[in-house]
């Protein structure tokens, strides 16, 4: 009886220490995280490699629904509403899933999530459903999923396996968000000034209410090289090029004192543009 007990003792000790393993797994989960606009946009998803099989058309069958990596289906999450395909989807979870062919992928972003790959997947639950052209690219050996072509309202997610690349465009609305934060939150700070200033140059807007903002700016926060240099800029963008050389040389010279040789040569090759520009307007009769 007692030997008995000893074995059985020993048998799950040995299985306890066998549960207890941490294994690699072939195709490891992996997540993404990109803030499109002022949108967080997710992606996790689990990660196969090539491992010297051909990929599409045969590990991955052409014409045939893809969970698009392995093990579960892909979780696409979002923190506001944007477009993509043409459509516009509200903020949430959902899942990914893909149709490949030799010319033409289809994408699905699908209201149903984590669901074990492909099971479960209910077209009427599509929140959109469109096409993209598959391009080639350098070889990948684990599938990866990036974000590229980063502007202020849209990225492209980027799906990269073998020698094929899969792209898709994710646009967001900044703009109204951004216009009622401005509103809401300028207040005597030289921060919020300056950054309603550069905003209303960036997106090309009243030039006049940017170059009053960041005059502010600079009067409640002192002169600072990069208010300067975004100030200069307002002042070119409404043709005051005397106004803007001179406000670029302070700007050069306090960046000069700070050693940051980015901003000395932006501003060097400002200040030679657009004394070129005002050369050319006097030699027309023009003063400005």
Known sequence: MKKVLIICSLYLLINGLQAQISMPQPSPL??????VGLTDVSITYSRPSAKGRKVFGDVVPYGE???????????????????????????GDYSLFTIPTEKEWTIIINKAVDLS????YKQEEDAVRFTVTPATNQFTETFTFNFGNLTNTSADVEMLWENTRI???IEVSVDDK???NIQTALNPSASSYYQAARYYYETDRDSKQALDWVNK???IGGEKYW??????????KLLDYQGAIATAEKSKSLAQADDDGAYVKMNEESIKEWQ???????KGGKTK
Not at 30 to 35: A, V, Y
Not at 71 to 90: A, E, L, M, Y
């Open 30 to 35: 992996g997540t993404i995280t990109q803030k």
């Open 65 to 91: 629904m893809w969970r698009t990596g392995a093990n579960r289906s892909v979780k696409f999450s979002i923190s506001d509403s944007v477009t993509i395909g043409g459509k516009k989807i509200g903020k």
């Open 117 to 120: 790959g492909t099971s479960g």
């Open 167 to 169: 792209a898709f465009k």
């Open 178 to 180: 951004v216009m009622k």
């Open 217 to 219: 700016s600079l009067e």
């Open 227 to 236: 208010i300067l240099r975004v100030k200069s800029l307002i002042q070119a």
């Open 276 to 282: 070129a520009k005002l050369n050319q307007g006097n």
